[in-house]
């Protein structure tokens, strides 16, 4: 009998805590965060770099771009990256053939797409003298094509100080060929 006592009181009290797990489970009244949850995951930083400065080099070992920042963030939900203040060198036969800088710059790991926002500063040189410069708010530089674009106001400056302004614009990397889209203006300088 004293047996049957101790297990009655063992499954008494497997009942009550039983019970009480499922009455607490359907009384929570926590806010269910789920959402929450997911929506800040896809803006936490998969990684970060400080005084980041990145080389890449052709197949024969030649430095063909340098790429400094003080701070990439990583987003890897979003597969891509933000840059501050990019600065991006890019090399021929070892020598500077064209820069760009802005404030800031997104790379979409997927597309390739290089979004370069504020002040954007495009210089080509040729022989090591500044050859183009272009200015813009907004200009997008496509890695997979080696193209520019931009639907936003250009400004370009050639060596002899001949301005040329428009409206949008697409080109070729190293600004050899350039296709303005509308309202074309220039001002030129006899030399």
Same mark, same amino acid.
Request: hydrophobic fraction near 35%.
């Given at each position: 009998? !004293?047996?049957?006592?101790?297990?009655?009181?063992?499954?008494?009290?497997?009942?009550?805590?039983?019970?009480?797990?499922?009455?607490?489970?359907?009384? +929570?009244?926590?806010?269910? +965060?789920?959402? $929450?949850?997911?929506?800040?995951?896809? #803006? #936490?930083? #998969?990684? /970060?770099?400080? #005084?980041?400065?990145?080389?890449?080099?052709?197949?024969?070992?030649?430095?063909?771009?340098?790429?400094?920042? @003080?701070?990439?963030?990583?987003?890897?939900?979003?597969?891509?990256? $933000?840059?501050?203040? @990019? /600065?991006?060198?890019?090399?021929?036969?070892?020598?500077?053939?064209?820069?760009?800088?802005?404030?800031?710059? $997104?790379?979409?790991? %997927?597309?390739? !797409?290089?979004?370069?926002?504020?002040?954007? %500063?495009?210089?080509?040189?040729?022989?090591?003298?500044?050859?183009?410069? !272009?200015?813009? @708010?907004?200009?997008?530089?496509?890695?997979?094509?080696?193209?520019?674009?931009?639907?936003? +106001? %250009?400004? /370009?400056?050639?060596?002899?100080?001949?301005?040329?302004?428009?409206?949008?614009?697409?080109? +070729?990397?190293?600004?050899?060929?350039?296709?303005?889209?509308?309202?074309?203006?220039? $001002?030129?300088?006899?030399?």
């Amino acid at each position: 009998m !004293l047996i049957a006592k101790h297990k009655l009181r063992l499954l008494s009290g497997i009942t009550i805590i039983c019970g009480a797990v499922a009455l607490w489970s359907l009384n +929570d009244n926590r806010k269910n +965060d789920t959402n $929450t949850t997911k929506a800040s995951k896809q #803006d #936490d930083i #998969d990684f /970060f770099v400080t #005084d980041a400065k990145i080389n890449t080099f052709s197949a024969s070992g030649e430095l063909e771009q340098q790429a400094t920042s @003080p701070k990439i963030e990583h987003f890897k939900q979003r597969r891509s990256s $933000t840059i501050e203040k @990019p /600065f991006i060198t890019q090399f021929k036969n070892q020598q500077v053939s064209a820069t760009i800088t802005s404030q800031n710059a $997104t790379v979409n790991d %997927v597309t390739e !797409l290089v979004n370069f926002n504020q002040q954007v %500063v495009a210089i080509t040189f040729k022989d090591t003298v500044k050859n183009i410069q !272009l200015k813009t @708010p907004q200009l997008q530089f496509d890695r997979k094509k080696s193209t520019l674009s931009t639907e936003q +106001d %250009v400004e /370009f400056t050639d060596t002899f100080g001949n301005i040329t302004t428009a409206r949008g614009m697409h080109s +070729d990397i190293g600004l050899k060929t350039i296709h303005l889209k509308s309202n074309v203006k220039g $001002t030129y300088n006899e030399k």
